[in-house]
Nanobody, 122 residues
Framework: QVQLVESGGGLVQTGGSLRLSCAAS????????MGWFRQAPGKERLFVAA????????YYASSVKGRFTISRDNRKNTVYLQMNSLSPEDTAVYYC???????????????WGQGTQVTVSS
């Protein structure tokens, strides 16, 4: 098991930026692919971005491509999500997740954080 704790959420105006962090503890962080998902009120949890264990490959949802950047620092056991040009449509609870293989499907991830709220005001 990997324990995950997200931070960095908050309230930001349209066009602004936030950087989310997800700190991992427990099993070897570098063994895991990491993903970010988000869930808006009353909606399903959706894929945002993912990164392989080596950071050799990254994948993005089309809605965030070019605005969001996922990265990781295996020495710090942390994965990041840099979010730029935010819009109200990005408002959601953001979750990080760890799994043994990279995927855009939430079912591929066995370990989840508690989430951090991101609110973008118009």
């Amino acid at each position: 098991q990997v324990q995950l704790v997200e931070s960095g959420g908050g309230l930001v105006q349209t066009g602004g930026s936030l950087r989310l962090s997800c700190a991992a503890s427990g099993r070897t962080f570098s063994n895991y692919a990491m993903g970010w998902f988000r869930q808006a009120p009353g909606k399903e949890r959706l894929f945002v971005a993912a990164i392989t264990w080596s950071a050799g490959s990254t994948y993005y949802a089309s809605s965030v491509k070019g605005r969001f950047t996922i990265s990781r620092d295996n020495r710090k056991n942390t994965v990041y999500l840099q979010m730029n040009s935010l819009s109200p449509e990005d408002t959601a609870v953001y979750y990080c997740a760890a799994g043994l293989r990279i995927s855009s499907t939430s079912g591929a991830y066995d370990n989840w954080g508690q989430g951090t709220q991101v609110t973008v005001s118009s």
